[in-house]
């Protein structure tokens, strides 16, 4: 039933394009001083080592976060995604990787709500776990733990997502990044929005999904501009021509419902630098559209560009290091943290605080319906 791991995906070429637009999103939602509530349907373990041997057997985040670690000359927005993976590697060495679930918590403000759904019991353990050290860490460097900022459920997030909305304070980022390697994931992303939007139709909704050869994938797009947001952004990335036999993911995109209006020159900017750095072949491009409700109107812009040369390193301290660093997929899940919550604190600081996060375990009710048929296509990976 879950096959897929975001392990052996971590860090590559849509990861980039996802994490990137979601740090831009979190810095726009950072701009009103009214706290928001950040929700994730689709959290992953949170936090990858890219020395696992899943990272390791598929490379793919050498054509991914790799190719940007060393580079200096990097657009404004984009630096802001780089510096925050550099943050979590303070020897300089590429090792770590964040899940969408950390960058919420790094780029968040402390008063932001997260609220992150993972289904696959291995990677809810792991985030679970990920973020038990993250909060340990913040203990030791004496910073105060908000009280239930974080909420994690195993659970299904298309249901989650339905309970929370509208938010209590009215503004909420939503991100939908679901494996699609059941093909009906197209279809729950399509109707999971139309519900939200019909909960709450002011919110951000970010929408991740792989450009691929198979029909719902080709008519994904057009499908959620059917939906009824005022507005919405789309950007696709291409780093290879796809090959005869339509295997491989070599193209990725983001939606966006109820966008930043600063996003789209945001996306202007940055792009054409991440078709040069991140393209493989001639094949390489990227394409922009926006449109609105009232207009129904696409206007979509691609370029192109060539690689470029890597330079320079930038080094910073990270706030993952020392004693609270992170447990990572396929390491064992040791009790110490665990026990540490339940009251035997043995760090002085921690006996003072309230957990920061919460861990519900609803997997197991009847909460996620069986949802047909579940035939295994070709996904993401
Ligand atoms: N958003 C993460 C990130 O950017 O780091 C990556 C998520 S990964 C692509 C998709 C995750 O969704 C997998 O860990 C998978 O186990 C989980 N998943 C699959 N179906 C789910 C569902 N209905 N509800 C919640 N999680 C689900």
Redesign the pocket.
């Known amino acids: 039933m879950?096959s897929?791991r975001?392990a052996f995906h971590a860090g590559n070429h849509a990861?980039v394009l996802?994490?990137f637009v979601q740090v831009q999103l979190h810095q726009y939602m950072n701009q009103k001083d009214v706290a928001y509530t950040y929700i994730?349907?689709?959290?992953?373990a949170g936090v990858y080592a890219l020395d696992s041997a899943q990272a390791v057997k598929s490379g793919e985040y050498l054509d991914g976060i790799a190719r940007l670690w060393d580079r200096d000359d990097l657009p404004p927005a984009l630096a802001e995604y780089v510096n925050l993976v550099r943050g979590m590697n303070p020897s300089g060495r590429l090792r770590y990787y964040p899940?969408?679930p950390y960058v919420a918590e790094q780029v968040a403000r402390p008063e932001d709500r997260l609220r992150l759904?993972?289904?696959?019991p291995a990677?809810t353990k792991l985030l679970v776990e990920n973020f038990r050290k993250l909060e340990a860490h913040k203990a030791e460097q004496g910073e105060r733990a908000r009280g239930r900022r974080i909420l994690i459920d195993h659970a299904?997030?298309?249901h989650g997502l339905k309970a929370l909305l509208p938010p209590p304070s009215r503004r909420a980022l939503v991100?939908i990044?679901?494996?699609y390697e059941v093909k009906l994931d197209y279809k729950h992303v399509r109707d999971a929005l139309d519900e939200a939007l019909g909960r709450f139709p002011s919110g951000i909704y970010a929408v991740w999904y792989p450009v691929l050869q198979r029909m719902e994938s080709r008519q994904f797009a057009d499908r959620l501009k059917r939906l009824p947001a005022k507005e919405w952004l789309h950007v696709t990335l291409t780093v290879a021509t796809p090959g005869p036999d339509g295997t491989g993911m070599h193209s990725s995109g983001m939606y966006i419902l109820n966008p930043p209006y600063t996003l789209e020159a945001t996306l202007r900017e940055t792009m054409p630098y991440l078709v040069q750095v991140l393209g493989q072949d001639g094949g390489a491009t990227f394409r922009i559209e926006k449109g609105t409700q009232v207009t129904g109107t696409a206007i979509p812009r691609a370029t192109e560009a060539g690689p470029r040369k890597p330079v320079g390193n930038a080094r910073r301290a990270s706030p993952l290091s020392g004693a609270g660093s992170l447990r990572l997929p396929g390491q064992p899940f040791g009790d110490g943290p665990r026990k540490r919550e339940e009251g035997a604190a043995s760090a002085p600081a921690e006996k003072k605080r309230t957990p920061a996060f919460r861990y519900a375990d609803q997997a197991k009710q009847a909460s996620a319906p069986a949802r047909g048929p579940k035939r295994k296509v070709p996904g993401?990976g």
Do not use: A
């Open positions: 879950f897929y975001h990861d996802k994490h994730d349907t689709h959290s992953g899940g969408s759904f993972e289904l696959h990677d299904d997030g298309f991100l990044d679901p494996p993401r």
